[in-house]
């Protein structure tokens, strides 16, 4: 392999495009994952915008183009998805039948490691280092919007009867009630990140709009037009104001999903849960095959989707002491944060003591 590491502002258009192409084609392939938004040269050029550190290797065969891996690189040379904590898929992108070494290709980018938490399936020479691997649902959609809710309605009646009653009942106690698939007022974005900045606080959870660098990234993401990746702001509006938002990334097939709020004061019509059946239908008319929900232990996630993918969390090491070190601190707390997720009997009583603590700090 010919291995060439480039900061975003140096690849080139032509790299760009490559790398787009072998995106776009990866469903031909039974390798559906690489498609996904946060995998495009679009994120990581935007998280290189605000983050140092961000790196791309270039991977060509026979002079060709065959793999584009994004990074991020520490100065001591511990590597890290891009985008780690934010972004729901993770990985190399490949042209068919690639195949690579995994330390071969962390000695080329001068890492000792490689840390991700959502890598996609199939990369085999990363799942060698995989800690957990985790369920992400999915809404298929690409049988058109009235097959998948027809599906909704076999798998979960009472959930679908409810929901669309309230939406009827929105409408009634709402003058106008009107749904917009890709808003363009940034306006709706700010209170978008509002809401969730305050559900963050309520749930004793990280504010993530609190970080400087996230904000700074959905606010360029917000503005970034491509072909084909965009970001989408959705918005469901009642009474001339908006109720529920939501902002995710799409490429040609798949809408990601990132970050849903409302606002509480309609809560009693559950819209968020409208706004993401609004957004089913309006993907579907805009040819996306899918919705990627994410990883995540959500009640509405389990009702929404029509099948789940798996994301994985590990890391990929060399014979390195800092390799070494870096796991040792990390491994127990994820490996004590997995295992509360994982048992209700763990999970349910440090839920409630988060959302105390959430109450206690909005009210202050």
């Known amino acids: 392999m010919d291995i060439s590491v480039y900061r975003p ?61 994004p990074f991020r690189r520490t100065a001591a040379g511990v590597g890290r998805a891009v985008g780690l904590g934010v972004s729901d898929a993770q990985g190399l992108v490949h042209r068919p039948g690639f195949t690579w070494d ?72 709402a003058k106008d009630v009107r749904y917009v698939h890709d808003e363009r007022d940034p306006a709706a974005l700010h209170a978008l990140m509002a809401w969730k900045s305050a559900q963050y606080r309520r749930t004793g959870r990280s504010d993530r709009f609190a970080h400087e660098w996230i904000s700074r990234l959905v606010r360029q993401l917000f503005h970034s037009r491509s072909e084909p990746f965009a970001g989408i702001l959705s918005v469901l509006y009642a009474d001339g104001r908006p109720v529920a938002a939501h902002f995710g990334l799409r490429t040609e097939r798949v809408l990601a999903c990132w970050f849903p709020a409302y606002d509480p004061a309609f809560a009693k019509y559950s819209p968020g849960l409208i706004l993401h059946l609004r957004m089913a239908e309006a993907a579907a008319a805009d040819g996306i095959a899918y919705l990627d929900l994410g990883r995540g232990q959500k009640g509405y996630k389990d009702s929404l989707k029509t099948r789940e993918v798996a994301v994985s969390e590990g890391w990929v090491t ?7 070190g870096h796991r040792a601190r990390r491994a127990p707390v994820r490996a004590l944060r997995n295992a509360v997720l994982a048992r209700p009997e763990l999970f349910e009583p440090a839920d409630r003591l988060l959302k105390r603590v959430g109450h206690f700090r909005s009210s202050r």
């Open 102 to 173: 995994a330390r071969e290709l962390l000695r080329a980018c001068g890492l000792s490691l490689w840390e991700f938490d959502h890598l996609v399936e199939g990369q085999q020479p990363f799942e060698a280092g995989a800690s957990g691997t985790f369920p992400s649902p999915v809404m298929d959609v690409d049988q058109g919007y009235e097959t998948y809710l027809d599906g909704l309605r076999d798998r979960s009646p009472k959930f679908t009867r409810t929901t669309l009653a309230k939406e009827r009942r929105l409408g009634r106690d």
């Open 318 to 324: 060399r014979r390195h002491p800092v390799a070494v």
């Open 9 to 69: 502002g140096e690849l080139s258009a032509a790299h760009r495009a490559a790398w787009t192409a072998m995106q776009s084609k990866a469903h031909l392939h039974d390798a559906p994952g690489l498609a996904n938004p946060f995998l495009s040269p679009e994120f990581t050029l935007a998280t290189g915008r605000v983050r140092r550190g961000v790196r791309i290797a270039v991977v060509l065969e026979d002079g060709e183009p065959a793999a584009y891996f």
